[in-house]
């Protein structure tokens, strides 16, 4: 039995070489996961494993009381062959939320979460 299940994983992986998957996945994040930036980002970047659509994404900003402050819907959002740019408004010092959601279609979900800080940086 485990040799077979071996030999099933084999021949998917010769079968699809390089091929792009159905499922995308975020592979880095501008700011990233467990970021401290100390001055309020401009943009939020996000970097697939694979070029996507925008409208394949969806992705949410949002402050530690929940509140959303930024999204993939607002104006100004773009879409680059991997990296999804979304304008951020100037933010307070604090933990922000990035949520991601991508649907490569028929059924094919993927989605994920992070949390980056804005400390505020030092006095001038
Ligand atoms: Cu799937």
């Known amino acids: 039995m485990r040799s077979i299940r071996l030999l099933m994983i084999a021949a998917f ?3 699809a070489p ?3 998957s159905a499922h995308a996945f975020l592979e880095k994040g501008v700011p990233g996961a467990q970021a401290k930036v100390a001055v309020s980002p401009k943009v939020l970047e996000l970097t697939f494993d694979q070029p996507l659509q925008q409208n394949q994404i969806t992705a949410t900003v949002l402050a530690s009381d929940g509140h959303k402050v930024a999204s ?3 104006r100004g959002t773009t ?4 990296t999804l740019t979304v304008p951020l ?3 307070p010092p604090g933990a922000y939320t990035v949520t991601w959601h991508c649907s490569m279609g028929l059924g094919h979900e993927t989605e994920g979460k992070y949390v980056f800080t804005i400390t505020g940086g030092p006095p001038h």
């Open 13 to 15: 992986g010769v079968l």
């Open 18 to 20: 390089g091929a792009a």
């Open 72 to 74: 993939s819907a607002d």
């Open 79 to 82: 879409m680059g062959w991997t």
């Open 89 to 91: 408004p100037v933010l």
